[in-house]
């Protein structure tokens, strides 16, 4: 009696599973630039990729979309080994936008945003209506109306990152890799275009610098340092000041936002890594005087 009721759960869990991630290495030179990361991703959720400089957040998307081929370990998608999709298979299920946007396409915005439409066409297809509405609502979402004719080449950098965003939404995937898609937006266009990308009701793993963002739009972060996974769970479970003290060495406080009530991190100045130069900044006072808003590692 008792399991057929476990074997149902099972069951249900795995039908909720959009990615699992199974003790993933990747060496290079034997040098691990990834050592043995595991973890799972629910379908509809929003996880958000966080870590230091040189982490390794990009070597982990590079694996999650096959640009990589991690040394060992295993990755599923949608309960079935990535490495099984056929290519176009594989481009129906999952669009990417990278972190170095390319600097030359020939061709103006609208033209680029229909090359998502590519993996759902058949060589001679041409473009319907419908496919026609879908490249002018995701240039529209991205608020990119009045550049759909302007050169790829002749927008700014947050209007290319955005443009790069509608190709994607028009790809219809069922899971969205972003790498630092906030890169080159200003802070409207930041909160903008995750909610923007929260909101089409699909997986979403994006790499975020900016962990007040992450904190915010993510449902779930992994936290990586040095090529391994320290944490993994919701942004109150990862984003503890010992944690951020430790993986980032900066001192600061974390208190609950007053919109949302998830993390919102504060970071104090004139507390400096050994590693780093003089501060110009001097301790803040009330840094000073709760030693234990700052880790002892990081502490001068
Ligand atoms: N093809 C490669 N060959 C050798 N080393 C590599 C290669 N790709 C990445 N690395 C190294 O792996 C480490 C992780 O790089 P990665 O780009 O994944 O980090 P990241 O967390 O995305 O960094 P950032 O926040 O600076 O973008 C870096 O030290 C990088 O130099």
């Avoid at 379908?43 to 060992?72: D, F, H, W």
């Avoid at 298979?89 to 990417?96: E, G, I, L, R």
């Avoid at 915010?216 to 000041?241: F, H």
């Amino acid at each position: 009696m008792s399991s057929s009721i476990d074997a149902v759960i099972v069951t249900s869990q795995s039908d909720n599973l959009a990615l699992s991630v199974n003790g993933i290495s990747w060496h290079v030179d034997d040098v691990a630039i990834l050592a043995d990361i595991s973890f799972s991703l629910n379908k509809k959720q929003m996880l958000g990729v966080i870590g230091p400089n040189g982490a390794g957040k990009s070597s982990l998307l590079r694996c999650l979309y096959r640009y990589i081929t991690p040394t060992q370990g295993q990755i599923r998608l949608f309960d079935q080994d990535i490495s099984q999709f056929k290519g176009k298979a594989f481009a129906t299920q999952v669009a990417v936008v990278q972190q170095d946007t390319p600097q030359f396409f020939d061709m103006n915005t609208s033209q680029l945003v229909a090359m998502g439409l590519t993996p759902h066409k058949g060589m001679f297809d041409g473009h319907t209506a419908a496919d026609n509405q879908l490249i002018n609502d995701a240039i529209q979402k991205v608020g990119l109306t009045d550049k759909a004719f302007l050169q790829y080449s002749q927008l700014s950098g947050g209007e290319k990152q955005r443009a790069l965003i509608a190709r994607a939404i028009v790809q219809r995937p069922k899971l969205l890799i972003l790498d630092e898609p906030t890169n080159h937006l200003d802070i409207r266009y930041q909160i903008q275009i995750l909610e923007l990308v929260k909101s089409l009701g699909i997986t979403v793993i994006a790499s975020i610098h900016d962990l007040n963002l992450a904190s915010a739009m993510c449902d779930t972060l992994v936290l990586l340092n040095k090529g391994r996974l320290v944490s993994q769970g919701t942004p109150s479970a990862v984003l503890t000041e010992a944690q951020i003290g430790k993986v980032f060495e900066v001192c600061c406080e974390v208190k609950p936002h007053p919109q949302h009530a998830k993390p919102l991190v504060n970071y104090f100045y004139g507390y400096m890594s050994h590693s780093l130069s003089q501060s110009p900044f001097q301790p803040s006072p009330k840094a000073e005087q709760d030693s234990s808003l700052c880790d002892s590692e990081v502490q001068r």
